[in-house]
C-alpha cells in the first residue's frame, strides 16, 4: 500500500507546482525585437505675421546748388543736349528765315597807288540797302561818291596853270553782293557805274579834267564783327580789276563799313 501511496503524492506535488511554473513562465516580459521607427517629430512654432504697416513716400532727391536737371530729349534735339549757337534747320536740311531781311550798309573807302611819278589818293563812301536771300547769301543797290587827289614831286607841273596836284568828284550807282563763306569772313563783289570826273593830258602833256562813264568790277574778302543783332562792323579788302588810267580807284581798296538791321 505505501509502495503505490508515494508515487501518487510525487505525482500530486508535481501537478501542484506545474501550474505556478507556468504561471511565472507568461509573467516574464517579452524584449521588442521590431527595428526602431522614426523618431517622434515636433510641431513647428507659429510665426506671428505682422501687422501692414503704410510706408512715407522717399522724399524727392533735391539736386545740389549749382546743378541742373538731366536734358530731356526734344524733336529739335534728340539727345537731349542743345548746344549754344546750334543752327536749327527746317525738315529736308533748308536754312530757316533769317531773323531780318533788310540792313543798310554803309561804308567808307581809303586807297592809295602810285603811277609813273603820279600819286594817287582816294576817299569814297557808299551807302547800300540790303536784302537777305538767305542766311548766307545778300544783295542790294547803292550809290558810291568817291573824292581823289593826284600829285607828283615838288618841281613837276602836271597842270597847265603849273600846279603840282589836282583833286576830281564822282557819283554813281552800283550793286552789290555777299556771300558768308565760314562765321565771320564773308565774300564781297560790286559793280559800280559812275559819272566821274577824270584826269586827260591836253595837246602839251598837261593834266585837265575830263567827265566820262566809268564801270568799275571789285571783289574780296571781308571779316565782320557782330555788336548785336542790329549792328555789325566790316573791314573788307577788295580789288580793282579796272587798271587803266581812267580808273577810280587804285588797285588795292579797304573799307570800313557798318552794317544795321532794320524790319523784319
Known sequence: MKRHLLPLLLLAGVAGLLPAHRAQAQEKPVLNSAPPGPPATQPRPVEPVPAPTTEPAPAPVQEPAGTYPAPQPSPDAPSGLDFPNRKATKAGGAEDEPPTR???????????????????????????????????????????????SYSVPDGYAITA????????????????????????????????????????????GYLSKINKTVSTPLAGVGYRTQFSDKAAFDIVGLYNFDSSIYSLYPGLVVRFSLLFNIGK
Not at 118 to 136: C, E, H, V, W
Not at 186 to 194: D, P, S
Open 102 to 148: 533788310k540792313f543798310i550798309y554803309t561804308n567808307f573807302g581809303l586807297g592809295f597807288s602810285s603811277y609813273n611819278q603820279l600819286s594817287q589818293f582816294n576817299i569814297s563812301a557808299a551807302p547800300a540797302l540790303g536784302f537777305r536771300l538767305t542766311n548766307r547769301l545778300a544783295v542790294g543797290p547803292g550809290i558810291s561818291y568817291a573824292y581823289s
Open 161 to 204: 596853270a603849273g600846279a603840282s596836284s589836282i583833286s576830281t568828284s564822282s557819283l554813281g550807282v552800283k550793286a552789290f553782293a555777299q556771300f558768308i563763306v565760314y562765321r565771320e569772313f564773308f565774300l564781297h563783289a560790286e559793280y559800280e557805274v559812275t559819272n566821274a570826273q577824270l584826269l586827260g593830258e591836253d595837246g602839251f
